[in-house]
């Protein structure tokens, strides 16, 4: 299908992106284009004016810096698959991109442009909520952190404001003994998931599980952090029974959307199964 008719701007500057987005009637941003083209061509999103970053300098940083991983608004999916401290140090990264699409879309897809989406079917954002990441939004009065835990409240509805722009994650370095991994079931290689499970986790010197981090995708009108979850593996001795118990918590957490993808109760079933999976794959990972 034929996109509906916009006017198109390709700033130099992050000041002039804001400026343009604070005087042109309702603008949209782009980055890779990769999620906002295809509702244009279905028609689902309909702007007046398309603001894209895509030649803004700066805005390509993937670097461990500070204590964070630093995530610029225009690093694509590729380069995090091409990253050695992405594959050394954030495996559930690398498990994320990895199952995005295919490699075409890959080229250009951005992260943060996933996350501002707001698509609770789209993978990264259960990652980014078992990783605990922040976001940072940069508007006319300056740049502000925003907990990815309080960035998502609907379908396609996030903190972001109109006249800003998602211009960083950050996720916080790894402890000593953390793992992490993301599982998806997928009708077809590329395909948006059925459900997903996102689970990032570190071991004590006794163990136990320290702390955790369980995320979930396209389970619900929202991407899901499932605390109960979170909370029945923290603290405990990672056996078999914890496993099971903290993988029906994350079922229970669901609110799936019955579809052609499956019922509501597959897809909870689902949920429990490669919530359990995830778990097992991050422990392995960080040596338990």
Known sequence: MIPPQFDYHAPGTLDEALGLLGSLDDPKVMSGGQSLLPMLKLRLASPANIVDIGRIPGLDTLAEEDGFLRIGALVTE?????????????????????????PLVRNRATICGNIAHGDPANDHPATMLALGAQVVA??????????????????????????????????????AGSGGAYVKLERKVGDYAVAGSAVQLSLADDGTVASAGIGLTNLGIAPIRASAAEEALTGQAPTDDTIAAAAQAAADATEPIPDRRGSIEYKQNMARVLTARAIRKALARAGG
């Open 138 to 175: 940069t508007g006319p009065d300056g740049a502000r952190t925003i907990d990815v835990g309080e960035f998502f409240f609907g379908l396609f509805m996030t903190a972001l404001g109109e006249d800003e722009i998602l211009t960083e994650i950050r996720i916080p370095a790894p402890a």
């Open 78 to 102: 590729t380069q995090l698959e091409q990253s050695a401290v992405v594959a050394e140090r954030y495996p559930i990264l690398l498990d994320t991109a990895k199952v995005i699409a295919d």
